[in-house]
């Protein structure tokens, strides 16, 4: 009785709870950086983003305001203010205080400080503090006070605004934002348009070598991309060679011409006025069109052999010639299939940074992607973590509106051929 057709298996609830889990784990990451991408460059450092709904405790050194502000008061010089509003952060509460870094809990909330010379200095629990002092104060940088603080929390918009709208850092954005656009969508297009054709020939036309193809297309599934990154590039070069020997002599006033007609140059890498360059689009839709073939082709033939027999059958006795059966049939019928393909060739071209290092990044820096843009965006010394998250959010955020969009077609896409 248990193997019943149509009865519900009693493993149900683990599929359930392996789903959840899934889920949850690809969440986990993306969810993190959305949280850090909102928080400052203090408050990473400080604690986890899971934490950053919770108050958190931080050391801190803030300043007095400038002693020009000072005020006459009783005989007496005094300068007002409160510690948190002056340095731009949220309110918070003071456990500890003090005037050195090597001694930080020197005061509590409330007590006065002997500065000597500079006078006296009080600091409360909500940060209001009140520096004192018998004569004039002189110089004009503030005193330094060191705190312990609970701050509550607190998200920024200011990530967004440094990366998206912040002068040359925004045009080099905006422009690795294009370039991305540049070489993910033709690198998208052009292997789904050969792997479709060579799918359907694959699955439905008799010609000698046909299994040794398909043989042949398997086995390049496991073929490593960094295996092939410079017989790629030779053959990249190959091509600039052979283009200048079709031009007829390498002068730059011809390669000139040619760079300036309908942009049609610089996908070879000729650039105005420049020294010709293996640099260009040309070189990066070829090496993601060569590697996404053979699982684009794979994908797709197994989803046109399943496909109805009688449908192309009938086709052909009523005259449709090979061509006709392909575009008005098995291209609208395979529609998940290629939408599947697309998606994955979509995320990772987006997200693809060797090849564009191999080819495309140039001394001007004018084809550089987001990839490459966010690692420069970290400086030299590997800081600005808010910036890396809010700019990595910023990345992905094309992506996840692509796979969001397409995704009913995924899984009816991976199925394709796996049930007759």
Same mark, same amino acid.
């Given at each position: 009785?248990?193997? !019943?057709?149509?009865?519900?298996?009693?493993?149900?609830?683990?599929?359930? !709870?392996?789903?959840?889990?899934?889920?949850?784990?690809?969440?986990?990451?993306?969810?993190?950086?959305?949280?850090?991408?909102?928080?400052?460059?203090?408050?990473?450092?400080?604690?986890?983003?899971?934490?950053?709904?919770?108050?958190?405790?931080?050391?801190?050194? +803030?300043?007095?305001?400038?002693?020009?502000?000072?005020?006459?008061?009783?005989?007496?010089?005094? +300068?007002?203010?409160?510690?948190?509003?002056?340095?731009?952060?949220?309110?918070?509460?003071?456990?500890?205080?003090?005037?050195?870094?090597?001694?930080?809990?020197?005061?509590?909330?409330?007590?006065?400080?002997?500065?000597?010379?500079?006078?006296?200095?009080?600091?409360?629990?909500?940060?209001?503090?009140?520096?004192?002092?018998?004569?004039?104060?002189?110089?004009?940088?503030?005193?330094?006070?060191?705190?312990?603080?609970?701050?509550? =929390?607190?998200?920024?918009?200011?990530?967004?605004?440094?990366?998206?709208?912040?002068?040359?850092?925004?045009?080099?954005?905006?422009?690795?934002?294009?370039?991305?656009?540049?070489?993910?969508?033709?690198?998208? +297009?052009?292997?789904?348009?050969?792997?479709?054709?060579? @799918?359907?020939?694959?699955?439905?036309?008799?010609?000698?070598?046909?299994?040794?193809?398909?043989?042949?297309?398997?086995?390049?599934?496991?073929? =490593?991309?960094?295996?092939?990154?410079?017989?790629?590039?030779?053959?990249?070069? @190959?091509?600039?060679?052979?283009?200048?020997?079709?031009?007829?002599?390498?002068?730059?006033?011809?390669? $000139?011409?040619?760079?300036?007609?309908?942009?049609?140059? $610089?996908?070879?890498?000729?650039?105005?006025?420049?020294?010709?360059?293996?640099?260009?689009?040309?070189?990066?839709?070829?090496?993601?069109?060569?590697?996404?073939?053979?699982?684009?082709?794979?994908?797709?033939?197994?989803?046109?052999?399943?496909?109805?027999?009688?449908?192309?059958?009938?086709?052909?006795?009523?005259?449709?010639?090979?061509?006709?059966?392909?575009?008005?049939?098995?291209?609208?019928?395979?529609?998940?299939?290629?939408?599947?393909?697309?998606?994955?060739?979509?995320?990772?071209?987006?997200?693809?940074?060797?090849?564009?290092?191999?080819?495309?990044?140039?001394?001007?820096?004018?084809?550089?992607?987001?990839? $490459?843009?966010?690692?420069?965006?970290?400086?030299?010394?590997?800081?600005?973590?808010?910036?890396?998250?809010?700019?990595?959010?910023?990345?992905?955020?094309?992506?996840?509106?692509?796979?969001?969009?397409?995704?009913?077609?995924?899984?009816?896409?991976?199925?394709?051929?796996?049930?007759?």
């Amino acid at each position: 009785m248990d193997n !019943i057709a149509g009865k519900k298996s009693s493993l149900t609830w683990a599929v359930h !709870i392996s789903v959840a889990v899934l889920v949850f784990l690809w969440m986990f990451p993306t969810v993190g950086l959305l949280v850090s991408s909102f928080r400052s460059a203090d408050q990473i450092s400080g604690s986890g983003w899971w934490k950053a709904l919770f108050p958190q405790e931080q050391n801190v050194m +803030i300043r007095t305001a400038d002693p020009a502000l000072q005020q006459q008061i009783d005989g007496a010089y005094v +300068i007002e203010g409160n510690l948190f509003e002056q340095d731009g952060l949220p309110i918070g509460t003071v456990s500890v205080w003090g005037t050195s870094s090597r001694d930080i809990n020197a005061y509590k909330p409330g007590d006065t400080a002997d500065l000597g010379e500079d006078g006296q200095l009080t600091v409360t629990e909500n940060g209001d503090y009140t520096l004192l002092k018998t004569t004039e104060f002189s110089g004009s940088r503030g005193e330094r006070v060191f705190l312990t603080a609970k701050t509550p =929390p607190t998200f920024t918009l200011q990530n967004y605004k440094t990366v998206l709208f912040s002068g040359q850092a925004t045009d080099k954005m905006g422009k690795a934002f294009l370039n991305t656009f540049t070489v993910t969508i033709p690198a998208t +297009i052009i292997p789904i348009l050969i792997a479709a054709f060579a @799918a359907y020939a694959l699955a439905w036309m008799d010609f000698p070598g046909r299994a040794l193809l398909i043989a042949a297309v398997v086995a390049l599934l496991v073929v =490593p991309l960094q295996l092939a990154l410079i017989p790629l590039l030779s053959f990249h070069g @190959a091509v600039v060679e052979a283009t200048i020997a079709f031009l007829g002599t390498p002068d730059p006033d011809n390669l $000139r011409r040619f760079a300036t007609v309908n942009g049609l140059g $610089r996908l070879l890498g000729f650039e105005p006025g420049e020294a010709v360059s293996s640099k260009g689009y040309l070189g990066v839709w070829m090496a993601h069109t060569g590697f996404g073939l053979p699982l684009a082709i794979y994908l797709l033939r197994n989803y046109m052999v399943g496909l109805p027999k009688d449908i192309i059958e009938n086709a052909r006795v009523d005259g449709a010639t090979d061509f006709q059966i392909f575009t008005k049939i098995i291209l609208p019928l395979s529609f998940p299939a290629l939408a599947s393909f697309a998606i994955f060739q979509f995320l990772w071209t987006w997200n693809d940074l060797l090849v564009a290092l191999v080819f495309l990044i140039d001394s001007s820096g004018d084809t550089t992607v987001m990839t $490459r843009q966010i690692v420069e965006l970290l400086g030299t010394r590997g800081g600005n973590w808010e910036i890396l998250a809010t700019a990595a959010f910023v990345s992905i955020a094309v992506p996840l509106t692509v796979f969001f969009f397409m995704q009913k077609y995924l899984v009816r896409g991976l199925l394709a051929g796996s049930v007759k």
